[in-house]
Structures are given as structure tokens and as C-alpha cells.
């Protein structure tokens, strides 16, 4: 079974500076795909950016960069110059391995962005 | 593009009373998908498609049942509602089992 962990349940960030949301995962999987997820406030699930277990270099999209240290099993996202539309719930999941399709999900960070 | 529509937003039902969930996306995608998300935690998957024609259960399959209709649609059938399963539900989409989950707005359900 694979399990993801997020231990910051809050985490507050004045505005334009840089937040480190950490992801901790767990799969007997040599192949799986690590993605990130915002939640606003609105309730709409919008994807980020995915990391593959075999991809030689850290993904960036924009703002959001992964910081992906295989052998620590940690997915961590930076967000770059918070903005105050960065306040939401963001959510960490994994597939892979028989479970591809399986997407499982942490319990998600809060995050508050202050101008 | 509109991407994932699910309808209705809103719905309130009695136990044991039954609906269905409508899920329709338009990224020519191959695989759907329909989650649950209770109050104050990540989403649970109910069921999955990986093609058209094809089914699976997910985490949490108890109590519903799905129905991939063609490429385009994936609905979700509650036969007798309880008060456990009010919760807000996802539809979502992507292009392989492989590829990121593109979700639509949610359905809120509330069981009374």
C-alpha cells in the first residue's frame, strides 16, 4: 500500500517571500508518480506539478518547484514569491506500481499567505 | 474547453433514498475517476476507469456503483443513501492511469 504524510497540518508565509510544504511518502513501488494538488477556498482541485520517480531533475512549473529527494522519500513543494491567491489547502498524493490509476492523497496543508 | 462537468452541484437526499452522480469531460481522456472528500481530509478514491469499458474499485467502493457510458461519461449511483455518505465527490479525468487527474467542481451531498 502506498501512504503519503504531511506533518504541517498550517503554515504561514508573508507575502512574496518563499514556503517549503513538506510531503513524506511510503511505496514498495520502483515506478510512481508524486503529484501536488491546490484546494481554495472555493473547493476546486487544481493540479500543480508531478514529479516522476525515475525523472533525473526536480520539476518546476512557474512558481512551484519539487523538491524531490528519492532516498529520503520526500516530495517537498517550493513556492516561490507568495502571492495572496497562494492561500489554500494543498494536497500531496502518489500512484504507481499495481496501484497506477489509485491516486492517494495526505491530509493536505493549510496555507496562509499575509500581505 | 469546459474539462470536467459534473452535475448537480448541490443535492440533498433522504436515507435510503438513491441518485446519480453525472460526470462528463471533453480532453479526450482515458481514464475516470470519482472520489470522495470528507470534512477536513484528502480525497478517497470510490471508483475508476482506466478505458472505456472498464471498471475498478477503488479505496472506500461500499455503497455506490459506477457506469462508464461511453469515453466522454462516468456516473456514480448511490442505491440507497445513508447519512455516511454525505460528503463532497469529485470527478476526474486524465489521459492514461499514468498522466495528472484534471477534477471537476464537485457535487456537495448531504444524506439527511
Known amino acids: 500500500a502506498q501512504k503519503i504524510t504531511q506533518t504541517q497540518p498550517g503554515m504561514f508565509v508573508q507575502e512574496k517571500e518563499a514556503v517549503t510544504l513538506d510531503c513524506t511518502y511510503d511505496?514498495?513501488?520502483?515506478?510512481?508518480?508524486l503529484f501536488w494538488y491546490k484546494q481554495p477556498s472555493s473547493g476546486e482541485m487544481i493540479f500543480l506539478i508531478y514529479?516522476?520517480?525515475?525523472?533525473?531533475q526536480n520539476a518546476t512549473e512557474g512558481r512551484y518547484s519539487l523538491n524531490f529527494q528519492k532516498a529520503r522519500k520526500s516530495a517537498n513543494l517550493v513556492i516561490s514569491a507568495s502571492q495572496l491567491g497562494d492561500s489554500a489547502m494543498y494536497f500531496c498524493?502518489?500512484?504507481?506500481?499495481?496501484?497506477?490509476?489509485?491516486?492517494?492523497f495526505g491530509q493536505g496543508t493549510i496555507l496562509t499567505v499575509h500581505p | 474547453n469546459a474539462g470536467v462537468t459534473q452535475t448537480p452541484k448541490f443535492q440533498v437526499l433522504k436515507t435510503g433514498q438513491s441518485m446519480t452522480l453525472q460526470c462528463a469531460q471533453d480532453?479526450?481522456?482515458?481514464?475516470m475517476y470519482w472520489y470522495r472528500q470528507d470534512p477536513g481530509m484528502g480525497l478517497r478514491l470510490i471508483y475508476y476507469?482506466?478505458?472505456?469499458?472498464?471498471?475498478d474499485k477503488g479505496e472506500v467502493p461500499n455503497g455506490y456503483n459506477v457506469s462508464r457510458l461511453n469515453k466522454r461519461e462516468f456516473s456514480l449511483r448511490l442505491e440507497s443513501a445513508a447519512p455516511s455518505q454525505t460528503s463532497v465527490y469529485f470527478c476526474?479525468?486524465?489521459?492514461?492511469?499514468?498522466?495528472?487527474?484534471?477534477f471537476g467542481p464537485g457535487t456537495r451531498l448531504t444524506v439527511l
Open positions: 514529479q516522476g520517480s525515475y525523472d533525473q
Open positions: 480532453m479526450n481522456h482515458n481514464s
Open positions: 476507469s482506466a478505458s472505456e469499458g472498464t471498471t
Open positions: 511505496t514498495s513501488d520502483p515506478s510512481y508518480g
Open positions: 476526474a479525468s486524465s489521459l492514461t492511469l499514468r498522466h495528472e487527474q484534471f
Open positions: 498524493a502518489i500512484n504507481g506500481g499495481t496501484s497506477y490509476g489509485k491516486l492517494t
